[in-house]
């Protein structure tokens, strides 16, 4: 069932090397493109990385070489208003990218087609992970990839036959995330706690990588500072203002 493939997943970051072919993945493409699109502008391109060289620089970039030199297939998923410039000129207007609403339909538009991805490859076997650290060096990656003005990376992901599987990690409990009519932020003193508990127990039982951490701990120090400070330039020059 769909519930149970969803409830089962996890990051995997250690692949056979095996490639996939070409067919398999235009129809991961073919299936990830019915997702949900804000007014249907499918403001999303996907960089299928190919050129052995160009994926160990993709690895070094983004901080993550080992995945990308076992998987199956990498790509950079990108936000694309640059299709929809093309298409402005086609019926003689200029359109209007640079907006901060745009920024968020176009950061929508490719995480629901990246999951469509996601649950389609999972269904056929294939094991992922998104790698949020191509915005690590979001300009030299552009370089590389030859992305034009009004395209950015957003996230790579990594797919192929799991050499190894991780245990699922516990979310956070239904209670924490589901608010009835309005938002109680009260409950947090109470479920937090809780939910550390059981992270620390997956943490310290899992078959590798052990080690005693929570998740208030985790996020303490994950946002404690600003992260990705040359984030805000980086989309200013590609034509993002936030206006």
């Not at 804000?38 to 391109?45: G, I």
């Not at 968020?104 to 490719?110: E, F, I, T």
């Not at 003005?149 to 190894?164: E, H, K, N, Q, S």
Request: with cysteine; proline share 4%.
């Amino acid at each position: 069932m769909v519930k149970d493939l969803l409830r089962n997943h996890s990051s995997v970051r250690i692949y056979d090397g095996n490639p996939i072919s070409k067919d398999i993945i235009e129809e991961l493409i073919t299936t990830a493109q019915m997702a949900a699109t804000s007014h249907f502008v499918q403001a999303y391109s996907v960089i299928w990385v190919t050129d052995e060289e160009k994926k160990e620089q993709l690895g070094l970039l983004s901080g993550n070489p080992r995945q990308y030199e076992t998987s199956g297939a990498a790509f950079v998923f990108c936000v694309d208003f640059k299709r929809l410039q093309m298409a402005g000129k086609l019926e003689g207007v200029e359109i209007v990218a640079d907006t901060a609403e745009n920024v968020l339909v176009g950061v929508a538009d490719v995480a629901l087609f990246a999951q469509n991805f996601v649950i389609a490859a999972e269904s056929m076997g294939y094991g992922i992970c998104y790698i949020g650290g191509v915005r690590n060096k979001p300009a030299e990656i552009s370089e590389l990839l030859n992305l034009p003005d009004y395209v950015f990376p957003l996230f790579g992901l990594t797919i192929g036959v799991p050499a190894r599987r991780n245990e699922v990690k516990p979310r956070l409990p239904v209670a924490a995330i589901l608010h009835e009519n309005e938002y109680n932020v009260q409950q947090y003193e109470e479920l937090l706690p809780i939910y550390n508990e059981t992270l620390e127990a997956y943490y310290n039982s899992r078959s590798s990588n052990r080690k005693i951490d929570n998740w208030t701990k985790q996020m303490a120090d994950f946002l404690i500072e600003q992260r990705r400070p040359h984030i805000n330039e980086f989309l200013a020059k590609k034509g993002f203002n936030w206006k």
